[in-house]
């Protein structure tokens, strides 16, 4: 890595407030202009002679090519005008159908087009948005500036890296990929490259942890200086990153919206046998409470509210515990306590393992809900995780200790050139416009979609539903289609596994514990009569392919056991059927025992619309707003507490 290029790239963005009040209206209808079909029009237009453009370039021998790319890619290390870009779009259509043996359509084109302009383009699963992102990250790293692909998960990073390398390295671009599971220095080599395939922590969390080794260098002007004299190195060697300059995320909705809910923390653990002994002190006071008498869990809130006076209660008690604590009275103070105590009574009634969490080598692994995959290095805060420990009889961690924290909405708003893709981009465009200043442009399909989604069918109990989802895979199994079942959490999927080899029906099962046949068992998914059982592992991103005997019978048939409490995640889970043109179908169902429905929809509402017969998907679609209400919030919270910090504190990238 370049020290120099180091220095000048680590220079940031100036983060510009989010609008409120009389300014958020003007700008909201700013966005809307942008957002117009004039725009679009005028892309695909470009698009179009493009494609012409790159079909000239077809009679080229590979050297006379590779010259031409070469040549143009000097130009990029400037500002270049529509001729130039154009022409550079061209040559890299011609490159993939060279290095990957297909051209890039039209819409593809235009797709790559609108991320080069800072859009979020939406554009339908299956419509080939790894190798649009691909076609803008080639020339956007011909500027030798840093060049991000955000992916979904760990295994989107490796596989997309993987697939498109042969195209990078053709036009004339280096590429690495950045998962959890590496070391400092595969990190530094895989950024080091003209673009880097990531997750969103993962490139958060590297950024934070190389401002902490930046220490007071973090002004860049303080950094120009320090460049003349020895103290630059007293820190470059612990840095990993080049800087931030391009970002181009895929599947943007779930990474700036679903994943953004709560903030990054780095933490450090530190030793602390005087909280540890207290943890076990609250968690063996919280055996002692009987549900519905001494407290009561509120499953919509995903809390615990006591029935009983706490404080007098553990205040009568507290200089016994504070003895038996070794004399170590702070810890056992009656509100401390208190709190302790609930996060136990939460960790017994409100996190389960198999769902929220796993155990690998006696240690809690968290499993992210959203994607159904395992996030290793990751832990809960305010006690909740030694609770866990405790519960599931494992040593105890140590207390963390903050040393570092940002926001997903703030981290992107740092990046100078930022744009992502989605297939379900529309419904958050209002957020995606106020909060990251990034319109969306919906890229129309390049083949008419094939896929007939069923109505949504809903049960009393999950057991009833259940039945009814077997009853639709023995009859779908017969007539020869692959079947990808999709569940919400690993016990589910493990459920369906039994339920499926009790009938005498073979399936393969992706859940977190059983990730790591993933690619073999998804390249297998489409074969005839193939029977898969996935957690949300296999909503986004995933490519299942389907043979030409599959396709005349009808298809990959998906069904969604359990709805998402975002609509956009089952869309994502429906999309792995009927792809660029094939035929497919989905059905999903939904239970008034689902998560969704509990904890989002009130008791009365409950019980009226489970004798609601046809109408009863009505609750489903009123619970799912009011999930996506709530998670708004959080994600409105965040951004206040991220003001809040900068205000008061000055550190989180404002003068970097």
């Given at each position: 890595m370049n020290l120099t290029d180091n220095y000048r790239l680590t220079s940031l963005k100036r983060i510009k407030k989010i609008p409120s009040g009389l300014d958020a209206v003007v700008y909201r209808l700013v966005g809307k202009f942008k957002e117009r079909s004039s725009?679009?029009?005028?892309?695909?237009?470009?698009?179009?002679?493009?494609?012409?453009?790159?079909?000239?370039?077809?009679?080229?021998?590979?050297?006379?090519?590779?010259?031409?790319?070469?040549?143009?890619?000097?130009?990029?290390?400037?500002?270049?005008?529509?001729?130039?870009?154009?022409?550079?779009?061209?040559?890299?259509?011609?490159?993939?159908?060279?290095?990957?043996?297909?051209?890039?359509?039209?819409?593809?084109i235009a797709g790559a087009l609108a991320l080069y302009n800072g859009y979020i383009a939406e554009m339908s699963t299956g419509e080939g948005k790894t190798v649009t992102a691909a076609?803008?990250?080639?020339?956007?790293?011909?500027?030798?500036?840093?060049c991000h692909v955000i992916t979904a998960n760990d295994y989107l990073a490796s596989r997309d890296a993987q697939i498109m390398g042969g195209l990078y390295n053709f036009c004339g671009v280096s590429v690495g990929a950045v998962t959890g599971t590496m070391k400092p220095p595969d990190r530094r080599a895989g950024y080091a490259a003209d673009v880097t395939y990531s997750t969103a922590k993962e490139v958060l969390a590297d950024f934070l942890r190389d401002r902490i080794a930046m220490g007071k260098s973090q002004n860049f002007s303080k950094r120009i200086l320090d460049s003349f004299t020895l103290q630059q190195n007293a820190f470059s060697d612990k840095l990993v990153q080049r800087g931030l300059f391009t970002a181009i995320v895929d599947e943007a909705d779930n990474v700036l919206i679903d994943e953004a809910v709560t903030p990054l923390i780095i933490s450090r653990e530190k030793e602390n046998k005087g909280f540890n002994r207290t943890c076990e002190i609250a968690f063996g006071l919280?055996?002692?409470?009987?549900?519905?008498?001494?407290?009561?869990?509120?499953?919509?809130?995903?809390?615990?509210?006591?029935?009983?006076?706490?404080?007098?209660?553990l205040e009568e008690i507290q200089d016994e515990l504070a003895e038996k604590n070794g004399g170590n009275g702070g810890f056992c103070r009656a509100s401390f306590l208190k709190d302790l105590v609930r996060q136990a009574l939460i960790a017994r009634e409100l996190f389960f393992l198999g769902r929220q969490y796993l155990i690998e080598e006696g240690k809690v692994v968290i499993v992210d809900e959203s994607t159904g995959r395992k996030m290793p290095m990751r832990s809960w805060n305010g006690g909740l995780h030694q609770m866990i420990e405790l519960k599931e009889g494992l040593e105890l961690t140590g207390l963390k200790e903050t040393e570092a924290r940002m926001s997903f909405q703030r981290f992107f708003r740092l990046?100078?050139?930022?744009?992502?893709?989605?297939?379900?981009?529309?419904?958050?465009?209002?957020?995606?416009?106020?909060?990251?200043g990034t319109p969306v442009l919906c890229i129309p399909n390049h083949?008419?979609?094939?896929?007939?989604?069923?109505?949504?069918?809903?049960?009393?109990?999950?057991?009833?539903?259940?039945?009814?989802?077997?009853?639709?895979?023995?009859?779908?199994?017969?007539?020869?289609?692959?079947?990808?079942i999709g569940t919400k959490d690993i016990d589910?999927?493990?459920?369906?596994?039994?339920?499926?080899?009790?009938?005498?029906?073979?399936?393969?099962?992706?859940?977190?514990?059983?990730?790591?046949?993933?690619?073999?068992?998804?390249?297998?998914?489409?074969?005839?009569g193939a029977i898969t059982v996935a957690t949300n592992m296999a909503g986004r991103g995933t490519d299942i392919k389907i043979p030409a005997g599959v396709k005349k019978v009808g298809g990959l048939h998906v069904i969604a056991t359990e709805c998402n409490m975002s609509s956009r995640i089952d869309r994502q889970l429906f999309g792995r059927s009927a792809r660029q043109g094939d035929p497919g179908s989905a059905s999903h169902y939904a239970s008034f025992e689902d998560e969704v429905l509990r904890r989002n929809l009130p008791s009365p509402l409950m019980t009226l619309f489970r004798h609601a017969g046809p109408l009863a998907s009505l609750?489903?679609?009123?619970?799912?707003?009011?999930?996506?209400?709530?998670?708004?919030?959080?994600?409105?919270?965040?951004?206040r507490t991220d003001t809040w910090l900068e205000e008061s504190l000055g550190f989180s990238g404002g003068d970097v």
């Amino acid at each position: 890595m370049n020290l120099t290029d180091n220095y000048r790239l680590t220079s940031l963005k100036r983060i510009k407030k989010i609008p409120s009040g009389l300014d958020a209206v003007v700008y909201r209808l700013v966005g809307k202009f942008k957002e117009r079909s004039s725009v679009r029009r005028k892309l695909l237009r470009t698009a179009r002679k493009i494609d012409a453009m790159g079909k000239e370039f077809a009679s080229l021998e590979s050297s006379e090519l590779k010259k031409k790319l070469f040549d143009i890619r000097e130009k990029f290390k400037r500002p270049v005008n529509d001729d130039v870009l154009a022409e550079a779009f061209a040559l890299v259509q011609e490159s993939v159908l060279r290095v990957l043996g297909y051209r890039p359509y039209v819409e593809q084109i235009a797709g790559a087009l609108a991320l080069y302009n800072g859009y979020i383009a939406e554009m339908s699963t299956g419509e080939g948005k790894t190798v649009t992102a691909a076609m803008c990250g080639v020339i956007r790293g011909w500027s030798g500036r840093p060049c991000h692909v955000i992916t979904a998960n760990d295994y989107l990073a490796s596989r997309d890296a993987q697939i498109m390398g042969g195209l990078y390295n053709f036009c004339g671009v280096s590429v690495g990929a950045v998962t959890g599971t590496m070391k400092p220095p595969d990190r530094r080599a895989g950024y080091a490259a003209d673009v880097t395939y990531s997750t969103a922590k993962e490139v958060l969390a590297d950024f934070l942890r190389d401002r902490i080794a930046m220490g007071k260098s973090q002004n860049f002007s303080k950094r120009i200086l320090d460049s003349f004299t020895l103290q630059q190195n007293a820190f470059s060697d612990k840095l990993v990153q080049r800087g931030l300059f391009t970002a181009i995320v895929d599947e943007a909705d779930n990474v700036l919206i679903d994943e953004a809910v709560t903030p990054l923390i780095i933490s450090r653990e530190k030793e602390n046998k005087g909280f540890n002994r207290t943890c076990e002190i609250a968690f063996g006071l919280s055996n002692n409470l009987v549900r519905d008498v001494d407290y009561k869990v509120d499953i919509k809130l995903r809390t615990i509210r006591f029935l009983v006076d706490m404080d007098e209660r553990l205040e009568e008690i507290q200089d016994e515990l504070a003895e038996k604590n070794g004399g170590n009275g702070g810890f056992c103070r009656a509100s401390f306590l208190k709190d302790l105590v609930r996060q136990a009574l939460i960790a017994r009634e409100l996190f389960f393992l198999g769902r929220q969490y796993l155990i690998e080598e006696g240690k809690v692994v968290i499993v992210d809900e959203s994607t159904g995959r395992k996030m290793p290095m990751r832990s809960w805060n305010g006690g909740l995780h030694q609770m866990i420990e405790l519960k599931e009889g494992l040593e105890l961690t140590g207390l963390k200790e903050t040393e570092a924290r940002m926001s997903f909405q703030r981290f992107f708003r740092l990046y100078k050139h930022f744009s992502g893709m989605t297939g379900t981009g529309k419904e958050a465009s209002n957020e995606f416009w106020m909060v990251y200043g990034t319109p969306v442009l919906c890229i129309p399909n390049h083949r008419k979609n094939k896929r007939k989604i069923y109505r949504l069918k809903t049960y009393s109990t999950k057991e009833s539903k259940r039945k009814a989802i077997m009853d639709e895979v023995v009859r779908i199994h017969k007539l020869g289609r692959p079947i990808l079942i999709g569940t919400k959490d690993i016990d589910e999927s493990e459920t369906f596994g039994r339920m499926l080899s009790e009938s005498g029906l073979f399936c393969k099962i992706i859940n977190a514990v059983r990730s790591d046949d993933e690619a073999n068992i998804i390249a297998e998914a489409g074969k005839a009569g193939a029977i898969t059982v996935a957690t949300n592992m296999a909503g986004r991103g995933t490519d299942i392919k389907i043979p030409a005997g599959v396709k005349k019978v009808g298809g990959l048939h998906v069904i969604a056991t359990e709805c998402n409490m975002s609509s956009r995640i089952d869309r994502q889970l429906f999309g792995r059927s009927a792809r660029q043109g094939d035929p497919g179908s989905a059905s999903h169902y939904a239970s008034f025992e689902d998560e969704v429905l509990r904890r989002n929809l009130p008791s009365p509402l409950m019980t009226l619309f489970r004798h609601a017969g046809p109408l009863a998907s009505l609750a489903v679609k009123w619970a799912q707003y009011r999930a996506g209400r709530k998670s708004y919030q959080s994600r409105v919270a965040v951004q206040r507490t991220d003001t809040w910090l900068e205000e008061s504190l000055g550190f989180s990238g404002g003068d970097v």
